[in-house]
């Protein structure tokens, strides 16, 4: 379930713990999922433990997964993460939009830009603040 | 947490003026996986070899695995540079050695994982590949139940498959024992995955050691239009200029706010290493504290 890019730049145990909160997010992890082990994640990736064992810390931390002695670790009752049952039926949307921005002519490249000004623009995420506080 | 391997002042000169390495201090943690790093003659296989017990230190102290390594040595495991075995004797002869000298070897695993390497014991080491001969000198080592591996290229001569099989066994050392490992590698690109502490030496002196993630944290990257790298809270490592274009690896204070016109970001691990081996020695920190 791990796929590690060494030499992207993101940190190994940031790339373990982001690929769990998506994982999550899209609902391919359910609440009580169990987690391979350290030593699984650790034979198949090539990974050093401390840093499998860091990214775990950290997600148990944020309350996505529940580590029981001896047992094994699970993925929460109920995690702190967007909801699950919104995500899937949202990335259906994005992805309908992706295809006409693609028909439209735009790259990869440039669909991610778009979508990085559209989270960073601040009058925007003022108007959906207020668009909250209206609703 | 208790120290796997401590250098004090540790120095060590060949002949009357070439130092190896000088004034060493390090402090490192138990249960670390610690890349080391540098250039050919920067001190590496000086500093495994005190470590290990083989080379007199010429200056400070040196602790591995809780006191001086002559009297650790049972619990230090070191392969050298391209894992030199006696050629005449066979494997099992060499794993008879491993049993005979070491109280805690575990020889049904020795045998076991020789055997899962499809080499045969009646060969001869010198008419093993030198991966093959690579594999006998870890078995030992991996056999040896040591609580510090001092590990001195120990892949160079691994295809993809053997160096995933041997960093799996490597890893559960670690994890099963708590054992600490020192392990020196010129392939930068594989390190980050193995590693998780970092030293650098350059010239017989350590230049930065530390926990990857937090020295990550403490640099940056910064790109800007020529000049300005002068002046700031931060402490240029080394520089590059293209097309009126510079670009930096920086340490920084507390506080590291780049100004308008920079752009910033974490290194990635092998911009940080490189940085270091790079940079304008006269200019690098005599020392970073770990």
Known sequence: MFRVDAGSGVPIYRQLVQQVRRDVMLGRLRPGDQLPSVKEVVDSLSVNPNTVVKAFGELEHQGIIVRRQGVGTFVAAAPSMASPLVAPKLLGSLARWVETARRDGLSAEQIRMLLDVALDDPARRDDRHAADGAA | ?290
Not at chain 2, 148 to 177: I, K, V
Request: a neutral charge; glycine letters at 12%; proline letters at 6%.
């Open chain 2, 1 to 290: 947490m208790s120290a796997a391997l401590r250098c004090a002042g540790l120095g060590h000169r060949y002949g009357r003026h070439l130092w190896g390495l000088r004034d060493c201090n390090l402090d490192v943690p138990t249960g670390r996986v610690v890349a080391l790093v540098g250039p050919n003659g920067s001190g590496k296989t000086t500093l495994m070899s005190m470590a290990a017990g083989l080379l007199p230190v010429t200056t400070g102290t040196v602790q591995a695995a809780g006191g001086a390594p002559a009297q650790r040595l049972d619990r230090i495991g070191f392969v050298a540079q391209d894992a030199p075995l006696w050629p005449r004797l066979r494997v099992a002869d060499v794993l008879d050695i491993g049993r005979c000298m070491n109280r805690a070897f575990d020889t049904v695993m020795a045998a076991d994982r020789i055997r899962g390497l499809g080499i045969r014991p009646r060969a001869r080491i010198g008419a093993l590949s030198g991966g093959e001969r690579a594999q006998v000198a870890l078995t030992l080592v991996l056999a040896k139940k040591p609580e510090l591996f001092l590990l001195d290229e120990p892949m160079a001569n691994l295809d993809p498959l053997a160096r995933r099989e041997f960093l799996g066994s490597m890893f559960e050392a670690c994890s099963q024992a708590g054992a600490t490992v020192l392990y020196s590698s010129h392939a930068v690109a594989e390190l980050e995955r193995i590693c998780d502490y970092l030293i650098v030496l350059r010239a017989g002196q350590v230049r930065l050691a530390g926990d990857i993630d937090e020295l990550r944290q403490r640099h940056r990257v910064i790109r800007g239009p020529d000049g300005w790298p002068d002046g700031g809270g931060w402490q240029v490592i080394s520089q590059r200029s293209m097309a009126g274009q510079t670009i930096a690896l920086v340490r920084c204070g507390n506080h590291c706010v780049p100004g308008p016109g920079l752009e910033a970001g974490a290194p990635a691990f092998d911009e940080l290493v490189l940085g270091y081996l790079d940079g304008d020695a006269a200019r690098l920190p005599e020392e970073v504290p770990a």
